[in-house]
């Protein structure tokens, strides 16, 4: 069973609103949350890094969050732009050599 | 640009070829972690590397290995390839043991005919 769980799996919103995608987790122990986003057929590009004290951290329109209590994280996307169409995969790193397990991402599609 | 290097970008083989995959991480980092994923898929991770020793192996096959050299650059060799080895190979490079920010490549995009 997949450490980190990702959902929706995909989602579509018009260019201008907002979304909220979410990832939990199981992964112990914690070392710290991430946030990729990847474009289509590129690397993935990193938005944020939070370890267990940290409960928001913001990237531009990016904000995540992270309850360690509950194992669980978001990700916020305020005013989407078209180029914010991309997967949004979440990564948990666990022991101290940060073994990371990759959530399955969530394809986002914004449309015009 | 990350400053994670990867070569060949595409690369076009037949079944039963070899392979060899090449990465040249960030100066200075010491990490170097192999990925693949196929079409729709996500990231699964293969192999890592740290200071040139093998540092924690994921769902690597056996008809893979890979390597880091001493000027800390890595090869992912993939052999006996089959149809099912079509994939994007990433390489990505952190400056810590692992716990550090992780900059991918732009991968290898890899197609077994």
């Known amino acids: 069973k997949n450490q980190v769980e990702q959902s929706p799996q995909s989602l579509i919103i018009l260019e201008g609103k907002n979304c909220t995608l979410q990832c939990n987790y199981t992964v112990s122990p914690f070392s710290n949350l991430r946030w990729y986003k990847q474009d289509t057929g590129r690397g993935p590009v990193s938005l944020t890094i939070?370890?267990?004290?940290?409960n928001t951290k913001s990237n531009g329109r990016y904000t995540a969050t992270l309850d360690a209590d509950t194992k669980q994280s978001s990700l916020h996307i305020t005013a989407s732009q078209l180029s914010d169409s991309a997967s949004y995969i979440c990564?948990?790193?666990?022991?101290?050599?940060?073994?990371?397990?990759f959530g399955a991402g969530t394809q986002v599609v914004v449309t015009p | 640009d990350s400053g994670v290097t990867q070569t060949p970008k595409h690369l076009i083989t037949a079944t039963g070829q070899r392979v060899t995959l090449r990465c040249s991480p960030r100066?200075?980092?010491?990490?170097v972690y192999w990925y693949q994923q196929s079409l729709d898929q996500g990231l699964q991770f293969l192999i890592q590397?740290?200071?040139?020793?093998?540092?924690a192996k994921g769902n690597i096959l056996e008809r893979f290995s890979a390597q880091q050299f001493p000027d800390l650059h890595s090869e992912l060799n993939l052999s006996s390839l089959e149809l099912g080895d079509s994939a994007l190979y990433f390489c990505?490079?952190?400056?810590?043991?692992?716990?550090?920010?992780?900059?991918f490549g732009e991968g290898s995009r890899l197609t077994v005919l």
């Open positions: 590397y740290y200071n040139g020793e093998e540092r």
């Open positions: 990564v948990v790193s666990g022991d101290s050599w940060g073994k990371l397990q």
């Open positions: 990505a490079s952190s400056s810590s043991r692992g716990t550090g920010e992780l900059f």
């Open positions: 100066s200075g980092d010491l990490s």
């Open positions: 939070m370890t267990f004290s940290e």
